[in-house]
C-alpha cells in the first residue's frame, strides 16, 4: 500500500536536511509491506528549505515538494492531505513534523497498528509507555494535559487518551470523507476537527504510546491563541453534533402533544385506554416521521442507499411498531394493576395518561433515537465501506 508521511514545513532547512536521510536510510527500508513517500508542503520558507528538498527529489524518487502560501498549519496539511489522495493515490497519510519532536522509528509502530486492523493510529503521549518532553515547563504540561482532557469531556469520549497529538496515521478510506476545504481551524486545532469526524464515521482507532521530544531546532509551532482556538473548535463540533437530538427532541415533544391529544379524544368516544393508547401513539408516529424526514435527518435526503419516502416511511413504522408494543402493554398493565384512573397531587388522571408521559420519556425516546439513527437513516454512526484496494 502507498502511504504518504506528511511533513508540513516553513523554515526548517536545518531539521529537513537531517530528517529525509533518517527517513530513507533508516526507517523506510524496515517496512517491506508497504510503499513509503515523503511529501514536504512546503509555506514558501524564506530560509532556503524548499532548495534542500529538491534536491533530495534528485536522490530519491519519493520525496515530493508541495509548495503553498503560508496559513497555517491546519491548511498546510489539509492541502498536503489532498494532494496525497487525489495526486498520489495514498492507501493512508502519516502527520508528522520535521523537527525531531516525533521520532521517526515510531513510524513502523503506526503501520504495525494499521495493519492489525485500526483505520486511525493515535502517537499517544497519554498511554502507558508515552511521555512528554521533561524540559517543559509545568504550565506547558498542565496546557498540554487540560487540551485533551476538555476534548475528553466536551466529547464525552474517554477511549481515546491524547486528542491533541501530532502523529497520526489516518487511512483515506476515511480521510476522503472529511471535509478539509471548511475545517474549523487553519492553525493546531485542524487536528480536532478530523480526529472528531474521523471518530464519528466509525473507524476502529488505536493510540500506539510514543516519547514527544523537546525541539532541537526552529520554534514551536502552538501558542496560548491557539489552545483557546482549539477549545472553540472542541466546543463548536460539540454544538453541532447537539443539533439533531435537539430537533428529535423537538419533534419529539409535538409527538407528544399529538399523541396526549389523540388518547384523550379517543377515551372520550368511548374507547377503551389501551387501544387510544395504541391509536394515539401511531398518530403520533407519523407525525414525527413528517417532521423527521423534513427537518431532522433532510441531510441524508441524497444517500440513495437509504430509500425514498415512501421507503423510509414504511421502515420507520415496522421498526417503530416496538414502541406502540411497549407503550400500549404498559398502559394495559398500568390500568389492571391501578384502575382506570388514578390520583396526582389530589387530581383523578386517567391511568394510560398518567404513565404516558414516563414511558415516552424513559423508554421510547431513547429507543426511537437509536432506531431513526441506525434503522431508518442510518447516518449518526456511518461506517466507511472498507477500501477496495485492500485486498
Keep these: 500500500m502507498k502511504i504518504v508521511v506528511i511533513i508540513p514545513t516553513y523554515n526548517e532547512k536545518e531539521n529537513i536536511e537531517r530528517m529525509i536521510p533518517v527517513l530513507e536510510k533508516e526507517i523506510f527500508p524496515q517496512i517491506k509491506n508497504h510503499e513509503l513517500h515523503i511529501l514536504i508542503a512546503d509555506d514558501t520558507s524564506p530560509d532556503g528549505t524548499k532548495e534542500v528538498v529538491q534536491k533530495y527529489m534528485q536522490d530519491y524518487k519519493n520525496v515530493h515538494l508541495l509548495e503553498g502560501k503560508k496559513e497555517g498549519l491546519g491548511a498546510a496539511y489539509a492541502r498536503a492531505m489532498r494532494y496525497a489522495m487525489d495526486k498520489m493515490d495514498a492507501y493512508a497519510v502519516i502527520e508528522f513534523d520535521a523537527d525531531f519532536q516525533h521520532d521517526p522509528h515510531d513510524i513502523p509502530r503506526l503501520l504495525a497498528a494499521m495493519d492489525d486492523g485500526a483505520g486511525y493510529v493515535i502517537g499517544s503521549r497519554y498511554v502507558k509507555g508515552g511521555a512528554i518532553p521533561k524540559e517543559w515547563g509545568f504550565d506547558r504540561k498542565i496546557l498540554s494535559r487540560f487540551g485533551s482532557l476538555f476534548a475528553r469531556i466536551v466529547w464525552w469520549n474517554f ?10 496515521l489516518t487511512k483515506t478510506d476515511y480521510l476522503k ?5 471548511h475545517l474549523y481551524s487553519k492553525t493546531f486545532a485542524y487536528k480536532l476537527n478530523i480526529l472528531h469526524d474521523v471518530v464519528k464515521m466509525g473507524a476502529k482507532v488505536k493510540e500506539v504510546p510514543i516519547v514527544f521530544y523537546e525541539r532541537t531546532a526552529g520554534q514551536s509551532k502552538i501558542n496560548k491563541k491557539e489552545s483557546f482556538e482549539s477549545m472553540y473548535v472542541v466546543l463548536r463540533l460539540r454544538v453541532d453534533d447537539s443539533k439533531r437530538i435537539i430537533k428529535f427532541l423537538f419533534v419529539g415533544g409535538t409527538g407528544f402533544i399529538v399523541q396526549l391529544v389523540i388518547t384523550y379524544l379517543f377515551i372520550f368516544l368511548g374507547t377503551t385506554q389501551w387501544m387510544a393508547t395504541m391509536v394515539g401513539a401511531e398518530t403520533a408516529i407519523l407525525s414525527n416521521f413528517l417532521l423527521n424526514n423534513a427537518w431532522t435527518f433532510v441531510d441524508t435526503k441524497h444517500v440513495k442507499s437509504q430509500g425514498g419516502f415512501f421507503n423510509r416511511l414504511i421502515k420507520f413504522n415496522i421498526a417503530s411498531l416496538l414502541s406502540i408494543g411497549i407503550q400500549t402493554l404498559v398502559s394495559y398493565l398500568s390500568v389492571k394493576e391501578f384502575g382506570e384512573k388514578i390520583l396526582i397531587f389530589g387530581f383523578p388522571i386517567h391511568t394510560a395518561i398518567a404513565i404516558l408521559f414516563p414511558t415516552i420519556i424513559f423508554i421510547v425516546l431513547p429507543l426511537n433515537y437509536l432506531i431513526y439513527n441506525r434503522v431508518i ?8 465501506e472498507p477500501n477496495k484496494k485492500e485486498s
Excluded at 477511549?159 to 497520526?168: E, Y
Design 159 to 168: 477511549s481515546i487518551h491524547d486528542m491533541t497529538s501530532g502523529l497520526k
Design 177 to 181: 470523507k472529511v471535509d478539509l476545504e
Design 377 to 384: 437513516w442510518k447516518t449518526h454512526h456511518l461506517a466507511l
